[in-house]
């Protein structure tokens, strides 16, 4: 990008000349090498013509010597423009004084605003404080703080010279950095209002500025462009009350309760989707956006099927888009056994007649190819599931920019992870503590920027004594490798299994347990789930199911 304004003053270092702006405000000094990113728009920057650098005495006899008279096309009286040292030249150049701080007579800088709207300094900018300050003393009830100086000139107008008005600087851009200078003697009043332009870059840094003295800070709101225009077109009356009715600067994030009455006296919001089963739904209300859901479990006990249910659930049962990320199985192994529970039938496990000598004669499809169709109808054809085929890396970053791009470009309302235990084995630094923490914050974050469902699989550490796999309680402590798993998922659910029970119908329940609920904070067991050898599915075992059984 190339240069569009260059030799102008910096303030970083003083230098009068080594700053350099790029069209969207950035800038490079080639003095002290500091670059400071813009804000997109092209601030108005003094810039100083190193030719006349020896001209500020002459400039500094003439402020002293000027009768000075008004700026009649700004509706500035001659009476302000000599209280704050500006006037106009034979030219129609606008000489604009900045004062030593010890001594308000003095001019040690000024700011030339020529006819063509060009800025041009001569003399000390670096010692140049807030345009106006020297003229007034520490303390008092108001001090206003406008974004050009003709403004300042403007609005203490406007105000019957009855309050300080002073500018800043360079404009929007400098906003901040010329306040934290002149933050004692700002900080000395009682009310601080800020009174920038009423455009995006005027309002940002209002926001900024107001947000160093919060607590005693206020923000003008003006209908019309600055204070300049407000006096131009006779509106002062609009202008005073616009400055006594500025609110007081409330930080982002920070909200009075007595603006929340039509808030909490809306309706509940509603769930995002649900669980397939009545009684998970009861104690978490439901599955919402911006939540991270985590299922964990000792090895075999049906973690996968217990969140392909929900994939299908929500498939059926709300409009949402479905991404998912199954690592542990490719694709086809996905596609069909999402296809299973709409044909209530496990048709990715094939009958197979076997011969006595281990051999076998046939290898017949679980469904005919118009069941197929049917359940492939039913799931995977309508275009809201995605699926990720996972040749290649499965690193953390690569992981997340898939997810993201689900969600991003695809409209994935709802993304599926199943496991990060495989994401962390992914990585090439060995600590798996340090992967599951970088891995859970990624994901964590693109939750929150996106406002995503998320449900994320992991597994659990062996317990001391009976083992996950022989129905043992599972814990949040108990969640692999580290605490960050628990701390960054708004619920974990786990499933307990006594996979090795004599009992068939005992080694085929699964029990939900909840240990975290950030939503309501009830936790514990919460249901029974049966697994249908038949159909391959996973149901509530109730009473009505145990009589039958």
């Given at each position: 990008m190339a240069?569009?304004k260059?030799?102008?003053?910096?303030?970083?270092?003083?230098?009068s000349?080594g700053?350099?702006?790029?069209?969207?405000?950035s800038?490079?000094?080639f003095?002290?090498e500091?670059f400071l990113?813009?804000?997109?728009?092209m601030?108005d920057?003094?810039?100083t013509?190193?030719a006349k650098t020896n001209?500020?005495?002459k400039?500094?006899?003439?402020?002293?010597?000027?009768n000075?008279g008004?700026?009649?096309?700004?509706?500035?009286t001659?009476?302000?423009?000599q209280?704050?040292?500006?006037l106009k030249?034979s030219?129609d150049n606008?000489?604009?004084?900045?004062?030593?701080a010890?001594d308000?007579?003095q001019?040690?800088?000024?700011k030339?605003?020529?006819?063509?709207k060009k800025?041009?300094?001569?003399g000390?900018?670096k010692?140049a404080?807030?345009?106006g300050q020297?003229l007034?003393?520490k303390?008092g009830?108001y001090?206003?703080i406008?974004?050009g100086e003709?403004d300042?000139?403007a609005a203490?107008q406007m105000?019957?010279?009855?309050?300080?008005?002073?500018?800043?600087r360079?404009?929007a851009s400098?906003a901040l950095?010329d306040?934290?200078?002149a933050?004692e003697?700002l900080?000395?009043f009682?009310?601080?209002i800020v009174?920038?332009?009423?455009?995006a870059?005027?309002?940002k840094?209002?926001?900024?500025?107001?947000g160093?003295?919060a607590?005693?800070?206020?923000?003008?709101?003006?209908e019309?462009k600055d204070a300049?225009?407000y006096?131009?077109?006779?509106r002062s009356?609009d202008f005073?009350?616009a400055w006594?009715n500025?609110?007081?600067?409330?930080?982002d994030?920070?909200?009075?309760?007595?603006?929340l009455?039509?808030l909490?006296?809306?309706?509940?919001?509603e769930?995002d989707?649900?669980?397939?089963?009545?009684?998970?739904?009861?104690i978490?209300?439901?599955?919402?956006r911006?939540?991270l859901v985590?299922?964990t479990?000792?090895s075999?006990l049906g973690?996968?099927?217990?969140?392909?249910?929900?994939f299908y659930?929500?498939?059926k049962h709300?409009?949402c888009k479905?991404?998912?990320?199954?690592?542990?199985?490719?694709t086809?192994?996905?596609?069909?056994?999402l296809?299973?529970m709409a044909?209530n039938?496990?048709l990715?496990?094939?009958?197979?007649e076997?011969?006595?000598?281990?051999?076998?004669t046939?290898?017949?499809?679980?469904g005919?190819e118009?069941e197929l169709?049917e359940a492939y109808?039913?799931?995977?054809?309508d275009?809201?599931?995605?699926?990720?085929d996972?040749?290649?890396?499965m690193d953390?970053?690569?992981?997340?920019?898939?997810?993201?791009f689900?969600?991003?470009?695809?409209?994935v309302?709802v993304?599926?992870?199943?496991?990060?235990?495989i994401?962390?084995?992914a990585?090439?630094?060995?600590d798996?503590r340090k992967?599951i923490?970088?891995?859970m914050?990624?994901?964590?974050m693109?939750v929150?920027?996106?406002?995503?469902?998320?449900f994320?699989?992991s597994?659990?550490?062996?317990?001391?004594?009976k083992g996950?796999e022989?129905?043992?309680a599972?814990?949040?402590?108990?969640?692999?490798?580290s605490?960050?798993i628990?701390?960054l998922?708004?619920?974990v659910?786990g499933l307990?299994?006594?996979?090795?029970?004599e009992?068939?119908?005992?080694r085929?329940?699964t029990?939900?347990?909840v240990?975290k609920?950030r939503?309501?904070?009830e936790t514990g067991?919460?249901?029974?789930l049966?697994?249908?050898?038949?159909?391959?599915?996973?149901?509530?075992?109730d009473?009505k199911m145990?009589?039958?059984l």
């Amino acid at each position: 990008m190339a240069f569009v304004k260059t030799h102008c003053p910096c303030d970083e270092c003083g230098s009068s000349d080594g700053r350099s702006y790029n069209e969207d405000g950035s800038s490079l000094c080639f003095v002290c090498e500091e670059f400071l990113q813009g804000d997109g728009d092209m601030p108005d920057i003094p810039e100083t013509n190193p030719a006349k650098t020896n001209e500020f005495p002459k400039i500094q006899k003439q402020l002293a010597a000027s009768n000075y008279g008004p700026l009649t096309d700004r509706a500035i009286t001659a009476q302000t423009c000599q209280r704050y040292g500006v006037l106009k030249d034979s030219r129609d150049n606008i000489i604009i004084s900045y004062h030593d701080a010890e001594d308000a007579t003095q001019p040690i800088a000024a700011k030339i605003r020529t006819p063509q709207k060009k800025f041009i300094i001569h003399g000390d900018w670096k010692k140049a404080g807030l345009f106006g300050q020297p003229l007034f003393g520490k303390g008092g009830r108001y001090i206003t703080i406008t974004e050009g100086e003709l403004d300042a000139l403007a609005a203490y107008q406007m105000q019957g010279s009855k309050y300080p008005v002073v500018s800043i600087r360079n404009g929007a851009s400098g906003a901040l950095k010329d306040c934290q200078a002149a933050y004692e003697w700002l900080d000395s009043f009682d009310n601080i209002i800020v009174c920038f332009d009423s455009d995006a870059p005027g309002q940002k840094a209002a926001r900024e500025v107001a947000g160093l003295f919060a607590g005693k800070s206020k923000v003008v709101k003006m209908e019309l462009k600055d204070a300049g225009e407000y006096l131009c077109k006779m509106r002062s009356e609009d202008f005073k009350n616009a400055w006594w009715n500025a609110d007081v600067f409330t930080p982002d994030g920070i909200v009075n309760g007595r603006e929340l009455w039509d808030l909490v006296n809306s309706p509940m919001q509603e769930p995002d989707g649900s669980y397939p089963w009545k009684a998970l739904n009861q104690i978490t209300y439901g599955i919402r956006r911006a939540e991270l859901v985590t299922v964990t479990a000792g090895s075999g006990l049906g973690k996968s099927q217990f969140v392909r249910e929900i994939f299908y659930h929500l498939l059926k049962h709300s409009e949402c888009k479905m991404g998912g990320l199954f690592l542990e199985e490719n694709t086809k192994k996905t596609a069909l056994s999402l296809m299973s529970m709409a044909a209530n039938k496990p048709l990715h496990l094939p009958k197979i007649e076997w011969n006595d000598d281990g051999s076998y004669t046939d290898i017949i499809p679980a469904g005919t190819e118009d069941e197929l169709r049917e359940a492939y109808t039913q799931t995977l054809d309508d275009g809201r599931v995605f699926l990720f085929d996972h040749f290649g890396s499965m690193d953390a970053d690569n992981i997340v920019s898939r997810c993201r791009f689900m969600i991003k470009a695809l409209g994935v309302d709802v993304l599926f992870v199943d496991h990060i235990s495989i994401v962390v084995s992914a990585q090439s630094n060995g600590d798996e503590r340090k992967a599951i923490d970088e891995i859970m914050t990624k994901l964590r974050m693109l939750v929150q920027e996106t406002n995503c469902m998320m449900f994320l699989v992991s597994h659990l550490k062996r317990p001391d004594g009976k083992g996950h796999e022989e129905g043992a309680a599972t814990s949040l402590a108990q969640l692999r490798g580290s605490g960050s798993i628990a701390q960054l998922s708004d619920m974990v659910i786990g499933l307990e299994r006594d996979a090795q029970a004599e009992d068939e119908l005992d080694r085929n329940t699964t029990r939900v347990r909840v240990l975290k609920n950030r939503f309501s904070g009830e936790t514990g067991p919460v249901t029974n789930l049966l697994w249908d050898r038949d159909t391959g599915r996973m149901f509530e075992r109730d009473e009505k199911m145990e009589e039958a059984l």
